[in-house]
């Protein structure tokens, strides 16, 4: 009898969700940090979300992978008067798409706010059933 | 187990599957935003007429051994998602209920033992 997995799945979806929105923190935060060569110009983070079950358990909470880094190439702007430019006269902006972030976040914002619904309503049931005959 | 099944009837078992009904919701709710994840849930009816089928055969059948279905998707996404949140948090609110009420019917028969037994 496992009456608390679902605190367990619940809680592991609100880890995921918040590991989610310190990533859109991050590529908002430096959107418009930008550097006078391509490699190290900072470069959007995407967390990874995989679903776990435990061995014989049909649920499956879900985990963070990793936190990879997009591939998308840098966005490259001509601008001779920038101290950071590079020797023909470039900078590079990050490859961090506003919009995509913005959504994201409400997305994830979202995915938090039923998280916390369900972990709410099963603490509300579980102290029901342990006040059971009172 | 015939003496509490005679006091509390199909409810134990009923509160035991609905538990198992919204852990599995709650884990479609959580990996809402996982690519390829598909949705499941337990189909009530049958899980409990299993579960009687196997009491009333004296093993110790629960609800962990049924297996789960895959949900129809609706508006299937381009990542093999198939978690719709609103039809979960239906669902889910929907076992929430069920679990009260199979709860209201235990602590109905709890009271009513506990003054047949004190004359209270």
Do not use: C, W
């Not at chain 1, 900078?91 to 979202?110: D, H, Q």
């Amino acid at each position: 009898m496992s009456s608390f997995r679902i605190f367990d799945i619940a809680g592991s979806a609100l880890s995921a969700q918040s590991v989610r929105l310190n990533t859109v923190a991050s590529n908002l935060a430096n959107a418009d940090a930008v550097s006078g060569d391509a490699d190290s110009v900072y470069k959007a983070r995407l967390p990874v979300f995989k679903a776990v079950a435990e061995p014989g358990a049909a649920e499956a909470s879900v985990q963070v992978l990793g936190v990879v880094e997009s591939q998308a190439p840098a966005a490259k702007r001509y601008e001779p008067g920038h101290p950071l430019a590079d020797t023909e006269g470039y900078v590079y902006a990050p490859n961090v798409n506003v919009v995509e972030e913005m959504v994201n976040m409400i997305s994830a914002s979202r995915s938090y706010q039923s998280s916390v619904e369900v972990m709410n309503t099963a603490k509300d049931l579980a102290l029901r059933t342990l006040t059971l005959g009172k | 187990m015939a003496a509490t099944d005679a006091l509390f009837g199909i409810h134990a078992q009923a509160l035991d599957i609905q538990r198992r009904r919204m852990e599995m919701i709650a884990a479609n709710l959580a990996n809402a935003d996982t690519p390829g994840f598909k949705a499941r849930d337990l189909d009530f009816r049958e899980v409990l007429a299993q579960t009687a089928q196997g009491v009333a055969q004296g093993a110790a059948s629960t609800a962990a051994t049924q297996s789960p279905k895959y949900r129809i998707a609706t508006q299937p996404s381009a990542d093999g998602n198939t978690v719709d949140v609103q039809t979960e948090q239906a669902q889910f609110a929907e076992a929430a209920l069920r679990y009260q009420a199979s709860l209201g019917f235990l602590d109905g028969r709890i009271k009513s033992m506990l003054t047949a037994l004190t004359g209270q």
